[in-house]
């Protein structure tokens, strides 16, 4: 298997890890159960799940008054999106013999 291959299997598990979390956290806020601590749902977010975990919030409606998650999750997709940029575009520049 290519290592693209299993970065993209990576980002899928944990993605769909951000999403579910969000899902289940906002259940058992109903239930007033034992809750995910936020600092698990933000670390979701920065190793790769932002997309995920944003899409949890919106879905299930959950952490979309508080501003560090309204404002928190989207700075961390926007500042992995712009890394991956660097990596895809830039980064190959820099390896290039002239």
């Known amino acids: 298997m290519e290592v693209i291959s299993y970065i993209a299997i990576y980002l899928l598990v944990i993605n769909l890890a951000g999403f579910l979390s969000m899902g289940l956290d906002k259940s058992k806020a109903r239930r007033n159960k034992w809750r ?14 932002s997309i995920g975990s944003l899409l949890g919030m919106r879905i299930f409606h959950h952490k979309t008054q508080k501003p560090r998650f309204y404002i928190g999750i989207p700075v961390i997709l926007a500042v992995q999106a712009v890394i991956l940029l660097y990596f895809v575009f830039l980064a190959p520049l820099e390896f290039r013999i002239l």
């Open 36 to 49: 995910i601590p936020e600092a698990t749902l933000f670390l979701f977010a920065i190793f790769g799940g």
